[in-house]
């Protein structure tokens, strides 16, 4: 994996402002074709790898999740820290912000679909109530980032698909086919394998399903806040593995969770 090249000051903030403007941000092309090759290599080795097949107990695959994948391969691992991305995240999220999971996706054909936001509706608005007030920004707790490991140029392929501001809606998405929001419907995210883009884990968003007859792969890395806790089954049993700490530098080190003293703790 490269070590890239950080988006200057004025990018970063352009960036930023349609992350919490429009929810998310299409980066264009990022990695090398052969780190799309690396990344892609692993994922399919984990897909079929017998020994992680049968260890049911260490919770490597869900459904069309493939889990913590920095433990199976350290082009995963070395993602985590790859530029632009890992700037963008301390950005968004603080110097202090860490990997909060890294789960890779296979879609067979037929696969996908399902409107949703990740995990918890952070700021809910009751009733009566249109959406966040619009002069104030939805705080980003969690910044997904996704390069697809195939290309994914036509949604037939079965692309990520986001509605855009819905992260201001302070709801879940207001309808399970044709979600909308204040009149703006899906918008879908084509992209080939390398590009890049990033959201708002509060977005409406899904990957649409694969009306092809082709595998779609994606691979990413989904960073939090420090107060937001790692997601690595099986959590306080979790031991990462110790060849993960390898040649790992002291910010990719930070990333995987190893913290200098902060609130709380
Ligand atoms: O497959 C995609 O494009 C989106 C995946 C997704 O919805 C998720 O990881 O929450």
């Known amino acids: 994996m490269q070590s890239g090249t950080p988006y200057d000051a004025e990018q970063t903030q352009s960036i930023i402002e349609r992350l919490y403007t429009d929810g998310y941000v299409h980066l264009g092309p990022v990695l090398e074709p052969d780190e799309v090759a690396a990344l892609r290599d692993a994922l399919e080795r984990k897909a079929t790898d017998p020994q992680i097949l049968a260890d049911e107990d260490g919770d490597h695959v869900r459904g069309i999740s493939y889990m913590r994948m920095f433990e199976y391969d350290n082009a995963f691992r070395d993602l985590i820290v ?15 912000c860490h990997l909060m999971s890294q789960n890779a996706l296979i879609y067979e054909p037929g696969m996908g679909g399902g409107w949703h936001i990740d995990d918890l509706l952070h700021f809910p608005v009751p009733d009566g109530v249109d959406r966040h007030d619009p002069r104030i920004r ?14 994914v140029d036509s949604v037939e392929f079965g692309c990520t698909e ?42 409406w968003h899904q990957g649409a399903k694969n009306r092809s007859d082709r595998r779609r792969l994606l691979g990413g890395v989904t960073y939090g806040r420090r107060f937001v806790s790692q997601k ?8 990462m593995p110790v060849h993960v700490w390898e040649g790992a530098s002291p910010r990719l080190q930070r990333f995987l969770g ?3 003293k902060g609130a709380y703790g």
Do not use: W
């Open 138 to 151: 939805v705080p980003c707790m969690v910044l997904q980032i996704f390069t697809p490991l195939s290309d």
């Open 82 to 96: 790859r530029e632009p991305f890992a700037s963008l995240a301390e950005a968004v999220l603080g110097d202090d």
């Open 258 to 260: 190893r913290h200098t």
């Open 162 to 203: 986001v509605v855009p501001g819905s992260h201001n809606s302070g709801r879940g998405p207001n309808d399970k086919e044709h979600p909308t929001f204040e009149g703006q419907g899906s918008v879908p995210i084509l992209a080939r394998a390398g590009e890049a883009y990033l959201f708002h884990n509060q977005i």
């Open 232 to 239: 690595f089954y099986p959590f306080i049993d979790y031991h």
